[in-house]
């Protein structure tokens, strides 16, 4: 796998929260097989390889790879507005992040007793995604930068539906962290968004 495609991976994870965010915002729910694969990529600590961090494959990042797919492509016909501006707003968010080492030591320090949770409920446990949208809630969302979800109040008023979106963004700045580590940056989805492209196309079909 080339340097590219590993970021790719990383990207399609950003983009996969930021679908997940809009699809539980809208409808009130999202396949929890997806769900799963998000809040399981927190936990991995040191991963082999990037698709380790998503369960060892990209099955579960396809829709990601779409939203990614038509932001670069910017067909107005296909560009999935909401998750594009959510996927951009993590980016930001993990800048801010990335300065604020208390806060990352925190994060740090609330994820293995996530890991024990996880251990005894299962990863899509509710009393998990209550612990991890907790963790955003204590830490990223009291950043200067909000991210605003927009979607039908019935659903974003129901406390699972709210800590589950919390817990997709938390993943979402995971990756997006993972992302940077791997040599990504934002000028790329500009400059290089043609060779980005013509990689991401056939990780699309599998």
Known sequence: MNPIQEQLIALGGVFQAAVLVDRIAKTGTAAEADVGCMLGSLLIVDPQD?????????????????????????????????????????????RQLAKRGEMLELIGKRLPQIQNQVEHFGLTHENVIAASGALYQDTLSTLRQRIQVHGDTRHLQQPN?????????????????????????RWQLVISRRKLLRELYPMMRG
Not at 56 to 78: H, K, T
Not at 161 to 185: C, F, M, P, V
């Open 161 to 185: 539906n709210a800590s589950k979106i919390r817990a997709l963004l938390l993943a979402g700045i995971r990756s997006a962290r993972l992302w940077r580590q791997l040599g990504g940056h």
């Open 50 to 94: 990037t698709l380790q961090v998503f369960g060892g494959n990209d099955l579960f990042l396809r829709d990601g790879y779409g939203a990614l797919a038509s932001a670069l492509e910017r067909d107005p016909g296909s560009l999935q507005r909401e998750p594009l501006r959510y996927a951009l707003s993590m980016l930001g968010l993990e």
